[in-house]
């Protein structure tokens, strides 16, 4: 079985019906990622015994006619969510043995769906990258060309779902975490609102820009992913007390009459030809569905990767003293005392590019720099923030490229972090402003590679971003086209 031209809803059919169990289901799904992770290093950890114990209760519910949205269907996260008696890395050494002794929200949530949580995934460490090759397990690579990344940081989030490893994950988006890799393998992510989905037992990297988003095969699917994790938690203090939409609703909606937005800034002289191409052919269908297609201006987006990296990093600096060698994880001590302990610990617990950020991250907070760099940084997040704010005044969505060039070659930017940070340059200001965006597969490179869309909604109006993905993805037929491994 593939699932490519299945949806969760279908899978929910064949098993309500009989003409699937979720034991069958699962033991594909374990099958599939047997045969194929060895070429893509998508999974960090597979709960087999765990996974097919779960699926065997699934039956009986469905059976007793007590399934919920998603009973009997296996799903992966990524692993960065704290899950109960299951290892929870973050692709680090420095918590290669942490054993969370509870489930995140978001993982309970799945739970009481009936989801059989199959396994965790790979990433860049602490979601520390865009490409899916700084991890402590060892790089991810594209299902559509493993000489090449997958995007990152929740690169086995987007390669699973790509390879046909499981039918949709979870991931989380701080710069871009989430489109960047769904676009790069040829998949649907999605990052809601900030305080849409909440952060409790999330491990964390930078506090005011994390968030937990799905990825999945196609929009509709993602859609009953959001809605299965969206809503409000008293034990996130950023979670946002408001109604969660039923997000398959009004899916079919359309966009005739909708306005949509090119902000200027995005299309940009150095955007990759392939790129360029695609996203333009992706505006002239969107035309032809009857939506208004009109010019707009985010004037401050030249400053967002600056700002965002000092505000990540400087973020990523405090939420990181926690791993210090004595309250959880790896623990480096050879008698030097306790300062020594933890230089030790951090030396070795810790991988090249986290170190950097931290350094990074603790410059840009020390005494006589604090003003210059990070209160400044927040200063033209308001600016960036405002820009969003202005421009949903004029338009319903905003549409861009999600990537300036295609899924590149493993290693070509591994000695240059500046060029690896500028690959997140269009993906960074909804993080800054907090509002809603996606990517949706919308062409391939003359190289054969998925290149994807990026909608851009209003804050808490996903509802509305997800009509226009499924109305795009109705019209064309990108999400259908497979990677074979």
């Known amino acids: 079985m593939k699932f490519h031209n299945l949806t969760i809803q279908d899978i929910r059919q064949k098993l309500n019906s009989g003409e699937l169990t979720s034991v069958e289901l699962t033991r594909v799904c374990l099958e599939r990622i047997k045969a194929t992770d060895d070429k893509l290093n998508a999974f960090i950890t597979v709960c087999e015994e765990e996974a097919l114990a779960a699926a065997a209760v699934a039956d009986q519910q469905i059976a007793s006619g007590n399934g919920a949205l998603l009973t009997g269907i296996p799903v992966a996260v990524k692993d960065i969510f704290n899950t109960l008696d299951v290892r929870t890395t973050c692709a680090s050494k420095i918590l290669d043995d942490y054993v969370s002794p509870y489930d995140a929200t978001t993982i309970t949530k799945l739970r009481e769906q009936g989801a059989i949580i199959i396994g965790k995934l790979n990433m860049d460490e602490f979601a520390m990258g865009s490409s899916g090759e700084n991890s402590a397990a060892g790089a991810v690579y594209n299902p559509w060309d493993t000489q090449r990344v997958p995007g990152g940081s929740s690169s086995g989030s987007a390669a699973a779902v790509a390879a046909g490893q499981v039918v949709a994950t979870l991931g989380t988006d701080t710069g871009g975490s989430v489109r960047q890799p769904a676009s790069h393998c040829g998949v649907v992510g999605l990052k809601p609102t900030y305080g849409r989905v909440s952060r409790y037992g999330v491990v964390a990297f930078a506090s005011s820009l994390d968030q937990v988003g799905p990825v999945a095969g196609n929009v509709e699917d993602c859609a009953l992913m959001l809605g299965v994790v969206a809503g409000y938690d008293p034990a996130d203090s950023t979670s946002v007390d408001c109604l969660v939409p039923d997000y398959l609703e009004n899916l079919k909606t359309g966009v005739a009459g909708k306005k949509i937005g090119l902000p200027k800034e995005y299309f940009i002289d150095g955007l990759d030809p392939d790129i360029k191409k695609a996203v333009n052919s992706a505006i002239e269908t969107y035309r032809q569905l009857g939506a208004e297609i009109v010019e707009v201006s985010l004037p401050h987006t030249d400053y967002s990767v600056a700002s965002y990296y000092l505000i990540a990093m400087a973020e990523a600096s405090s939420n990181l003293a926690r791993y210090d060698g004595v309250r959880f994880g790896i623990r480096q001590d050879s008698g030097d005392g306790l300062i020594g302990m933890y230089q030790q610990t951090r030396t070795a617990g810790f991988g090249d590019e986290v170190k950097r950020r931290i350094m990074l991250g603790t410059y840009a907070l020390s005494s006589g720099y604090y003003d210059a760099y990070y209160l400044k940084a927040q200063k033209v997040r ?47 200001p909804t993080n800054l402003a907090g509002t809603c965006a996606m990517s949706l597969p919308c062409g391939f490179s003359e190289d054969g590679l998925p290149i994807g869309l990026q909608l851009i909604g209003k804050p808490f109006a996903e509802a509305e971003m997800l009509q226009a993905a499924y109305a795009f993805e109705q019209a064309t037929d990108w999400s259908d086209r497979v990677p074979e491994l």
């Not at 820009?387 to 000695?415: R, W």
């Open 382 to 428: 308001t600016l960036i923030r405002q820009d969003f704010h202005d421009v949903f005044e004029q338009v319903d969505l905003l549409l861009t490229p999600v990537a300036p060039t295609p899924a590149f070659k493993i290693g070509a930017m591994t000695n240059d972090p500046l060029q690896m940070y500028l690959s997140d340059i269009f993906t960074i």
